[in-house]
C-alpha cells in the first residue's frame, strides 16, 4: 500500500491491493471534516431487493460508518448553516470497491467498518500494514496518521 499527496485536487491517492490481489487505486479528499461537529449527509444504500434509497441525515460523522455490509453506496456532505452550499461527496463505491473516501471519514472509520462498507478491498497489505502500526478495532484511523504516510512505502506495494 502506498499513499501519494494529489496536488491536482488537494487531497491523497492510495495504491493497494484488493482481496483478489489485483492492484487498487482510490482518491482520498480532504474536506477537514471535524469528527465533533453535526453536518447534513445525503447517503445512498441499496436494500436487499436491489433499489436505491436516499437518507438525508444531520448527525456527526461517525455515524457514517454504521451500515450491513455491502448497503451503503454513496455519502455526500455540506456544512450545516450554508444551505447554499454544494454538496460534495465524500464516499463513493463501484464494484465492491472504494474509488473515493474523505479524510474526516477514514480517521473515525475502524477496520471493521471498512471490511462491511468495502470487503472486496481488504487484502493482505491492508492486514499488514494494521498490524504493523497497531491499527485495531478499538483505535479509529484505518490508514492511520494519513499525513505521516505520504510517500512513505508501506507493507506490501503493488502498483500495476
Not at 464494484?95 to 487484502?123: E, Q, R, S
Request: glycine residues 8%.
Amino acid at each position: 500500500m502506498k499513499i501519494e499527496k494529489n496536488t491536482t485536487f488537494g487531497g491523497y491517492s492510495a495504491h493497494l491491493t484488493t482481496a483478489n490481489d489485483k492492484p487498487h487505486y482510490m482518491n482520498i479528499t480532504d474536506y477537514r471534516i471535524d469528527a465533533d461537529t453535526n453536518y447534513q449527509f445525503r447517503y445512498v444504500t441499496k436494500c436487499a431487493a436491489g433499489f436505491m434509497v436516499i437518507n438525508d441525515s444531520t448527525c456527526k460523522i461517525g455515524r457514517m460508518t454504521n451500515f450491513r455490509k455491502s448497503t451503503l453506496q454513496t455519502i455526500q456532505f455540506r456544512h450545516t448553516g450554508m444551505p447554499a452550499a454544494p454538496w460534495l461527496t465524500i464516499f463513493a463505491v463501484k464494484g465492491g470497491k472504494m474509488v473515493t473516501c474523505d479524510k474526516g471519514l477514514l480517521d473515525v472509520m475502524i477496520p471493521n467498518d471498512f471490511h462491511n462498507l468495502c470487503p472486496k478491498m481488504v487484502g493482505a497489505d491492508l492486514f499488514n500494514f494494521w498490524r504493523a502500526n497497531d491499527i485495531t478495532n478499538a483505535t479509529p484511523g484505518v490508514f492511520g496518521d494519513i499525513e505521516a504516510q505520504v510517500n512513505k512505502p508501506m507493507t506490501v506495494q503493488v502498483v500495476g
